[in-house]
């Protein structure tokens, strides 16, 4: 199967990624995506961009293709890959509230929501469920991010509940499984994670969180794991190019 998106990933802008955005966008049409998602951290993070930054989207280009310029195959706008500008928002306490107000939630693509350690304080496993359960009530949040830290831990029978009634996505986040990983308990998690939504029939979007371009749109471990728990394709996200609609906050 094809990946066509990948909604999660990361900028120099991010304050601790590595790549341009030029440098993602060149990486994403090499292999094929469609859909990129720029989604930097907001602006709760250390070093993250002002919430200002979001703001300003309205002067990037939102189409790309690649050419040979000068001898060199360089990105440049209008073509196959659309851009996608939104933001990983930050969950910072139990009633779901994010790091950006409404007024710039409105104005972008799509957000995803996570938890991080610098913004939330975990609590019980109840109480960092309900957390995530009230950030996608929101209705410009259209992705629960990296639900698989094993140091917040989740109720994933009442979250994937939760997350289906809501019609939003969770992620299967590629970056957990990396064994170098910060988080706690990525790939057994991610296990729970998915064994619950082929229970439920609840739909997940691969998400990469590239902080540097080389890992854009590459869901190598991602997808071992689901080829070994027999995960149904159907309900991965990224396969379908029409998925999309299901993501997003605007009209393409």
């Not at 296990?191 to 969180?209: F, H, N, S, W």
């Not at 590459?218 to 999309?244: C, G, H, S, W």
């Amino acid at each position: 199967m094809k990946a066509f998106m990948d909604l999660h990933t990361h900028s120099l802008a991010a304050g601790h990624a590595y790549s341009t955005l030029l440098e993602n966008i060149d990486a994403a049409l090499a292999v094929g995506i469609r859909y990129l998602g720029m989604s930097e951290h907001g602006p709760a993070s250390p070093g993250g961009p002002h919430e200002f930054f979001f703001s300003n989207y309205k002067v990037i280009p939102r189409e790309y293709d690649r050419e040979e310029v000068s001898g060199r195959v360089v990105p440049v706008t209008g073509g196959r890959l659309h851009l996608l500008c939104g933001v990983e928002a930050n969950i910072c306490d139990t009633d779901g509230k994010l790091d950006l107000e409404e007024r710039y939630l409105q104005k972008m693509d799509y957000a995803l929501a996570s938890i991080h350690p610098f913004a939330f304080t975990a609590g019980s496993r109840k109480e960092n469920t309900l957390a995530s359960v009230r950030a996608f009530q929101n209705p410009y949040v259209k992705i629960l991010g990296h639900p698989d830290d094993g140091r917040f831990p989740l109720d994933y029978e009442e979250l994937v509940r939760e997350a289906k009634q809501a019609h939003v996505a969770l992620e299967v986040n590629n970056s957990s499984l990396n064994p170098r990983s910060s988080r706690q308990g990525g790939r057994e998690n991610i296990i729970e994670l998915l064994k619950t939504c082929m229970k439920y029939e609840q739909p997940v979007i691969m998400g990469t969180d590239s902080h540097m371009c080389f890992a854009i749109g590459k869901f190598v471990e991602t997808e071992q794991l689901m080829r070994e728990l027999d995960f149904p394709t159907e309900l991965v996200l990224n396969y379908a190019p029409e998925n999309i609609h299901k993501l997003i906050n605007i009209t393409l």
